[in-house]
């Protein structure tokens, strides 16, 4: 089974860019998934004072894993 998840990083003054969480993917309507959606969410890891010109994310394709 095929799952997918976003990494958000947040791009700091100074340019480094940092890992500050993952989520998978859990919205079953895909209508409901959009770019802003997911930034969202990055912004609510990051906190409110973060802006989102300085958070990004990747999408992760994973495979089930067996366990």
């Known amino acids: 089974m095929k799952m997918v998840a976003y990494e958000f990083y947040l791009r700091d003054e100074t340019g480094k860019e940092l890992l500050i969480g993952a989520l998978p993917e859990r919205r079953r309507k895909p209508e409901r998934i959009t770019h802003d959606s997911i930034l969202n969410r990055g912004r609510k890891i990051a906190g409110d ?10 999408r992760v394709d994973m495979q089930g894993l067996n366990m």
């Open 49 to 58: 004072h973060s802006h989102v010109k300085n958070i990004y994310f990747v």
